[in-house]
């Protein structure tokens, strides 16, 4: 497929990877919804234990992106909504005439031990995490069929090895990987091929608001970021993070890999293969 002048759905793209993934495809020429909670994150069911984005961070996203010459409109959307998924699309065919790719990037972590983690955080995770991806490609698939088009799922490298204390996230990830593969296989009749891409560690807020503060007290003393730079080092067999940019990259790739289907392709420094 060639970017120019698509139309590109990317949820959760007020920061992070996501607004990563709408700056590439907007560079390259795409038109870009950038849907994120916005003022929906303030409502209750919606909130959660470190701050996801501001409304603020949605709308400065979205003029950024169009300050640097790219078409880019922001959409509030809460993708665990059935509303919210249709409105999402009806918003985007309003304005752009039509959709041709669909990232599913939105999503919630939180760790926990078995035994006293809340059915309510599981079920939170879930309805974000993979949910939101059913429920978009729902929405979405009437369009994309129109136009042979993708739906990128980011999963993660938690959604192919499991880990102690993050049970519920690596179910949430393992289960994108399934939607994944079986939505490729059924959609595939109608010319739409569906991807996931897994990232190891990427330094963004879910990152340095939540998981380094509750995962690496082994580097005291430390900054956040030099306690997640130290504990990539020690953990991952290349020794680096991952890049936003560098996810957006596998992106643009899924998006002009014409062959490529069912695929959840780890962007992580080997970390999946882990150390020995
Ligand atoms: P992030 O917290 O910076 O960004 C996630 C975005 O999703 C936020 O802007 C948040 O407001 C939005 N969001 C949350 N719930 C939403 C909802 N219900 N509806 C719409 N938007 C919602 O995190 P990130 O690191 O950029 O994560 C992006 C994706 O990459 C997530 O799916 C995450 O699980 C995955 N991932 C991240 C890493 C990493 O190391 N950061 C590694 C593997 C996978």
């Given at each position: 497929?060639?970017?120019?002048g698509k139309t ?264 999946g293969i882990g150390?020995?």
């Amino acid at each position: 497929m060639d970017i120019e002048g698509k139309t590109v759905i990317v949820t959760g793209a007020a920061r992070g990877i996501g607004r990563a993934i709408a700056e590439a495809f907007a560079r390259e020429g795409a038109k870009v919804v950038a849907a994120d909670l916005g003022s929906l994150a303030n409502k209750s069911g919606a909130d959660w234990h470190y701050a996801l984005a501001a409304e603020s961070e949605l709308a400065q996203a979205a003029r950024e992106i169009s300050e640097r010459g790219g078409a880019c409109m922001a959409v509030e959307a809460d993708v665990s909504e059935r509303a919210s998924c249709q409105n999402l699309v009806a918003e985007t065919v309003e304005a752009f005439g039509g959709l041709d790719i669909l990232v599913n990037n939105a999503g919630i972590i939180k760790l926990g031990r078995l035994a006293d983690f809340a059915e309510a955080e599981w079920e939170r995770m879930f309805a974000v995490n993979v949910k939101g991806a059913f429920l978009l490609a729902q929405a979405a698939v009437p369009y994309l069929e129109r136009r042979s088009g993708l739906i990128i799922n980011i999963a993660s490298n938690a959604g192919k090895r499991g880990s102690a204390f993050n049970s519920a996230y690596c179910a949430s990830k393992f289960a994108l990987v399934g939607l994944t593969q079986s939505l490729a296989a059924e959609l595939a009749a109608s010319a739409i091929r569906v991807n996931a891409i897994c990232p190891g560690n990427v330094f963004t807020p879910m990152q340095f608001d939540y998981l380094v503060k509750h995962r690496l007290q082994q580097y005291p003393g430390q900054s956040f970021e030099a306690a997640f730079d130290a504990f990539v080092e020690d953990t991952v067999p290349l020794g680096r993070k991952q890049a936003p940019a560098e996810i957006a990259e596998a992106a643009l790739y899924m998006a002009r890999a014409d062959s490529v289907t069912g695929v959840s392709l780890s962007v992580d420094g080997g970390s999946g293969i882990g150390l020995s």
